[in-house]
């Protein structure tokens, strides 16, 4: 009776207690924010709004938005057209389970993507994250060897400086330093590594770029089940683009050993670099490809991998005959109807002008910060601006100053960059270029 009192009371100050912090004090003590600290985390900006390139704040700033919510917002938030298609998804049905099931969103979203992706891609499994879909894309290439009676060709081979995702089988492929892989030792699966691509995007291909690999192929094919990268920008793993020649040798490479080539356009895809899809600068076909962020125009995650026939078949021919997976969440309507709106935008192609814009101005304006002493390098490719600093910078001073300079802009590292909605004006463009501009020479000189 007195032990109930007693959590009855406890109960009571900690309902109390909650309830009596601000928004901002709340999140700060209960809500864990990415790749942060728990008890002690950096202070996080409420919004209140977000249209076009512009997210507003509950304290009354409206900032131009440089990060697409990384990489995915690329018509801009508040869009009507995103807007129309989550309205009269919602007043339909919202979810009905995948399994048995099939909706009109999802067979409208497959067909679409299927006519973009690149050619022999033919099968789509939806997932709901972009790890997820790489948790599927690694699943169906093991199960293929295994269905082929090779089930020793069960191992990965990734360049370093990747990335893939946070959990545990896509942070198996991630740059092991980077990674942090020496923190989950005992719980990840040992795949080999190449050297990082190391001829830039724009400069002559050097044949040196891809003889380590070709050594890898040489010794490892045999248990190798397929080679994971990111086509021609490698993204949270050091924000690098690469010439395409390396990956066009890394197609040549998989068909010599026998080996599926996964490429992961979760950044890349929806013409972010350019291109509609990063393979589209090498002009090739992986055998299984996944796209996610930008899929939804950025409201809300969904996620998908794509594999050829000969994937598809030789998965389920066999034993068990079928692909082991299968969400709760698969093929969410809403989720796909406003995909489906979203391609129908990118489908109208008004992407190409914009995202050649942005590549041309931020051209002329971003790599003025090459005059500053505490910059490394500038590179642009497509609507992705990046500035790499001499030393890492400190978020704790550089992101409010941003802020108060009207911008939305991120850094991880060494690393300042900005991947804008592609519907972004110049005049907003200018702003993301001089802030950080002036916001690393005022921190830095
Ligand atoms: N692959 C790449 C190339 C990515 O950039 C990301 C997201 N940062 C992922 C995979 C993981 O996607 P998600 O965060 O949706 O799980």
Not at 8 to 32: A, C, G, P, Y
Not at 217 to 226: C, I, N, S, V, Y
Not at 244 to 271: H, M, S
Not at 413 to 423: N, Q, T
Request: with cysteine; net charge negative; glycine share 8%.
């Amino acid at each position: 009776m007195r032990q109930q009192r007693l959590v009855n009371q406890i109960n009571f100050l900690n309902f109390t207690i909650v309830h009596n912090l601000t928004n901002k004090e709340f999140d700060q003590q209960h809500i864990w924010h990415p790749y942060t600290s728990a008890i002690d985390p950096l202070p996080c900006f409420e919004v209140s709004g977000a249209s076009g390139a512009e997210i507003s704040l509950a304290s009354g700033e409206t900032l131009v938005d440089g990060m697409s919510s990384w990489w995915a917002a690329i018509h801009g938030y508040n869009h009507p057209a995103l807007n129309a298609a989550a309205h009269q998804q919602v007043d339909k049905f919202s979810h009905v389970m995948f399994g048995g099931l099939t909706h009109e969103p999802a067979v409208n979203l497959c067909r679409q993507l299927l006519s973009m992706a690149p050619a022999g891609l033919e099968r789509v499994f939806l997932a709901d994250s972009g790890s997820v879909s790489v948790e599927v894309a690694i699943k169906m290439a093991v199960q293929y060897w295994a269905c082929q009676g090779r089930p020793e060709k069960s191992r990965l081979i990734a360049p370093r400086n990747g990335y893939h995702g946070d959990t545990f089988a896509a942070m198996s492929v991630c740059d092991p330093v980077n990674g942090m892989h020496s923190l989950f030792t005992n719980s990840l699966t040992k795949h080999v590594f190449a050297p990082a691509p190391q001829t830039r995007f724009g400069q002559a291909f050097s044949e040196d770029d891809i003889l380590p690999l070709e050594e890898l192929f040489a010794r490892h094919h045999e248990e190798l089940a397929a080679l994971i990268l990111e086509p021609v920008v490698q993204g949270a793993g050091g924000m690098r683009f690469y010439h395409p020649e390396y990956l066009r040798r890394c197609r040549q490479l998989c068909d010599t050993y026998d080996v599926l080539l996964i490429c992961d356009e979760i950044a890349t895809g929806f013409g972010r670099t350019g291109k509609l899809f990063g393979c589209d600068h090498a002009e090739i076909s992986p055998d299984i490809m996944c796209v996610g962020k930008a899929l939804t125009g950025g409201y809300m995650t969904l996620a998908a991998t794509l594999c050829t026939e000969d994937v598809a078949r030789g998965v389920c021919e066999g034993n068990p005959g079928v692909f082991m997976h299968g969400p709760t969440f698969m093929g969410n309507p809403l989720a796909c109807a406003v995909a489906g709106a979203s391609l129908s935008l990118i489908n109208q192609g008004d992407w190409q002008v914009q995202v050649q814009g942005i590549e041309t101005q931020l051209k002329a304006e971003l790599s003025r910060c090459n005059e500053l002493a505490c910059v490394q390098d500038v590179r642009i490719l497509g609507a992705i601006g990046v500035v790499e600093t001499k030393h890492p910078v400190d978020m704790k001073r550089l992101q409010p100053l941003f802020v108060k300079n009207g911008v939305w802009i991120r850094p991880f590292g060494k690393l300042v960059y900005i991947m804008p909605p592609y519907v972004i004006s110049s005049e907003h463009l200018s702003r993301l270029s001089d802030a950080i501009y002036h916001c690393l020479s005022h921190t830095y000189g």
